[in-house]
């Protein structure tokens, strides 16, 4: 196989830019690697060639590779060396001002044929090659951290790159074991902006005081399937990183509510709580290790009273197959005996305006959540309202724990913990195809490689079925009146007509 670019240069000797060179050395390019910092690029070629050796040692490759890759990395003392480079990718400090000098020194460095990039992750493309005399060799091509094992890449063309340039980038990416994505060069490209309804919408919830953070991560965690809770990752990531992010594509997009950062973020950022690089941030850590309370035991209870299940519950019937499995006592009148629990299944709305609208006494009634059908999930989600008794609250909770599953129970709020989330998530990757930011194909490879989510966002919409997920939104609207839930065209039109969010348009 001919290689696309067999001389890549590097610039920026830190954590991503040694992933860029690990990455281009092991797909057969020469590698130059450049950092102002006297020695850094030396350095970092020993920490990448110790990666090497690493692999090596556990029998993922052989000594003879390991030496092949070790050949073709070599740090360059000047930028000059860079000059028969094909391919200059740049991986240095988040500022307009300094990439822009950078690449233009590159520029007047390198041969006419050879290719720019930038690895940057939160600036525009056009603007950093608007200084450029040949804007049309230059695009972006973000790399995710580790970049030799996050195997996704982003390839955004700027307003003048050339056609040809994007589908080099592409196949080269292609080459090296990566799979391309191709973003318009827009706030966040298509991962960072797909991303923000998970963590944004956290953070809403908990500055609401519907849970604290512990427990939207367990819901998340066992209840939606994701890896890491919101709070986890956020800590991981950093809130030094992460809020700067929020802020960033908050500001581009002149303020969208759907990307509002949180107050609480910004408290702890400014407090220096970053998370697990200071010790401290959502959790505290102790020799790296995440504290963590227990969570609360299943309430005893000496009597569980019958249960009376709304008409208008989410899946009612499958409901009801769960009361049974439980052994609860079933109570099948037109209206709940004066003793009797109160069951409802809300989407989008919250426990007190179901119990006003339905005329339950507000008391006996607790919310329960069954967006995610209960077989495929493991922890269940009740919600009181302010009038719950404390009695009904734990009798509620005893019954639905009786089968050993885990059950939180959560303060009222519209939509619980999953649907907000979930639905804010289908919600954005649903604008950013309406947008024609990328197509659906590359979306789902971006967010399910580049987030780790369970499932792409619009596969999870589809599994969800989007007109649950459109009413989840139109309800989180009322209860809020926060224009933030308004639902793309995309979800709208697909959920009236019955189509795949997937389906693109001709």
């Given at each position: 196989?001919?290689?696309?670019?067999?001389?890549?240069?590097?610039?920026?000797?830190?954590?991503?830019?040694?992933?860029?060179?690990?990455?281009?050395?092991?797909?057969?390019?020469?590698?130059?690697?450049?950092?102002?910092?006297?020695?850094?690029?030396?350095?970092?070629?020993?920490?990448?060639?110790?990666?090497?050796?690493?692999?090596?040692?556990?029998?993922?490759?052989?000594?003879?590779?390991?030496?092949?890759?070790?050949?073709?990395?070599?740090?360059?003392?000047?930028?000059?060396?860079?000059?028969?480079?094909?391919?200059?990718?740049?991986?240095?400090?988040?500022?307009?001002?300094?990439?822009?000098?950078?690449?233009?020194?590159?520029?007047?460095?390198?041969?006419?044929?050879?290719?720019?990039?930038?690895?940057?992750?939160?600036?525009?493309?056009?603007?950093?090659?608007?200084?450029?005399?040949?804007?049309?060799?230059?695009?972006?091509?973000?790399?995710?951290?580790?970049?030799?094992?996050?195997?996704?890449?982003?390839?955004?063309?700027?307003?003048?790159?050339?056609?040809?340039?994007?589908?080099?980038?592409?196949?080269?990416?292609?080459?090296?074991?990566?799979?391309?994505?191709?973003?318009?060069?827009?706030?966040?490209?298509?991962?960072?902006?797909?991303?923000?309804?998970?963590?944004?919408?956290?953070?809403?919830?908990?500055?609401?005081?519907?849970?604290?953070?512990?427990?939207?991560?367990?819901?998340?965690?066992?209840?939606?399937?994701?890896?890491?809770?919101?709070?986890?990752?956020?800590?991981?990531?950093?809130?030094?990183?992460?809020?700067?992010?929020?802020?960033?594509?908050?500001?581009?997009?002149?303020?969208?509510?759907?990307?509002?950062?949180?107050?609480?973020?910004?408290?702890?950022?400014?407090?220096?709580?970053?998370?697990?690089?200071?010790?401290?941030?959502?959790?505290?850590?102790?020799?790296?290790?995440?504290?963590?309370?227990?969570?609360?035991?299943?309430?005893?209870?000496?009597?569980?009273?019958?249960?009376?299940?709304?008409?208008?519950?989410?899946?009612?019937?499958?409901?009801?197959?769960?009361?049974?499995?439980?052994?609860?006592?079933?109570?099948?009148?037109?209206?709940?005996?004066?003793?009797?629990?109160?069951?409802?299944?809300?989407?989008?709305?919250?426990?007190?305006?179901?119990?006003?609208?339905?005329?339950?006494?507000?008391?006996?009634?607790?919310?329960?959540?069954?967006?995610?059908?209960?077989?495929?999930?493991?922890?269940?989600?009740?919600?009181?309202?302010?009038?719950?008794?404390?009695?009904?609250?734990?009798?509620?909770?005893?019954?639905?724990?009786?089968?050993?599953?885990?059950?939180?129970?959560?303060?009222?709020?519209?939509?619980?913990?999953?649907?907000?989330?979930?639905?804010?998530?289908?919600?954005?990757?649903?604008?950013?195809?309406?947008?024609?930011?990328?197509?659906?194909?590359?979306?789902?490879?971006?967010?399910?490689?580049?987030?780790?989510?369970?499932?792409?966002?619009?596969?999870?919409?589809?599994?969800?079925?989007?007109?649950?997920?459109?009413e989840v939104l139109f309800n989180l609207q009322t209860v809020y009146g926060d224009?933030?839930?308004?639902?793309?065209?995309?979800?709208?039109?697909?959920?009236?007509?019955?189509?795949?969010?997937?389906q693109d348009e001709d």
């Amino acid at each position: 196989m001919t290689i696309t670019y067999k001389s890549v240069g590097v610039v920026g000797a830190g954590v991503m830019g040694q992933g860029i060179a690990q990455f281009a050395a092991q797909a057969g390019s020469t590698v130059r690697l450049f950092d102002t910092q006297a020695g850094a690029a030396d350095a970092a070629r020993g920490r990448v060639a110790g990666q090497w050796e690493r692999l090596r040692d556990k029998g993922r490759i052989d000594g003879a590779r390991a030496q092949a890759f070790a050949a073709r990395l070599v740090p360059a003392a000047a930028l000059e060396e860079l000059a028969d480079c094909d391919l200059v990718v740049e991986a240095i400090v988040e500022r307009l001002d300094a990439k822009q000098t950078l690449f233009a020194a590159l520029e007047r460095i390198v041969g006419p044929a050879a290719v720019l990039a930038t690895n940057t992750s939160s600036l525009s493309v056009t603007a950093i090659a608007a200084a450029l005399q040949k804007p049309e060799r230059f695009a972006g091509l973000h790399f995710f951290n580790p970049v030799p094992l996050m195997k996704v890449v982003e390839v955004i063309p700027g307003l003048r790159t050339a056609p040809d340039v994007a589908r080099n980038l592409s196949e080269y990416a292609r080459q090296a074991g990566h799979s391309p994505v191709l973003a318009q060069d827009t706030p966040g490209f298509i991962v960072n902006h797909a991303g923000r309804g998970y963590g944004t919408e956290a953070l809403r919830i908990a500055g609401e005081g519907v849970a604290d953070f512990a427990a939207i991560d367990r819901i998340l965690r066992d209840q939606a399937g994701f890896r890491l809770g919101p709070f986890e990752l956020l800590d991981l990531t950093g809130l030094d990183v992460s809020h700067a992010v929020m802020e960033s594509i908050y500001q581009q997009y002149y303020g969208e509510p759907r990307f509002r950062p949180s107050v609480i973020a910004a408290q702890r950022r400014a407090g220096g709580l970053f998370g697990r690089k200071t010790g401290e941030g959502f959790y505290c850590y102790v020799d790296g290790v995440q504290q963590l309370a227990p969570e609360l035991p299943v309430p005893v209870v000496q009597r569980i009273p019958p249960v009376w299940v709304s008409s208008r519950a989410a899946r009612r019937a499958e409901l009801f197959q769960l009361l049974k499995h439980l052994d609860a006592t079933i109570e099948t009148g037109e209206s709940p005996s004066p003793q009797a629990l109160t069951l409802v299944a809300p989407l989008g709305y919250d426990v007190t305006t179901v119990a006003v609208v339905e005329r339950l006494d507000p008391a006996r009634t607790v919310g329960i959540d069954l967006l995610v059908e209960d077989a495929a999930t493991k922890r269940r989600v009740l919600a009181t309202n302010p009038a719950s008794r404390a009695d009904f609250r734990d009798a509620a909770h005893a019954l639905f724990a009786r089968d050993g599953k885990p059950v939180s129970v959560i303060r009222d709020s519209g939509g619980f913990v999953t649907q907000r989330v979930l639905a804010m998530i289908v919600n954005i990757a649903c604008d950013i195809c309406q947008q024609r930011i990328c197509s659906p194909a590359d979306l789902e490879t971006a967010v399910t490689l580049g987030l780790g989510y369970p499932a792409g966002p619009l596969a999870l919409g589809d599994r969800l079925g989007p007109t649950n997920v459109l009413e989840v939104l139109f309800n989180l609207q009322t209860v809020y009146g926060d224009s933030r839930y308004r639902p793309s065209p995309w979800l709208r039109r697909r959920g009236a007509i019955g189509l795949s969010l997937l389906q693109d348009e001709d």
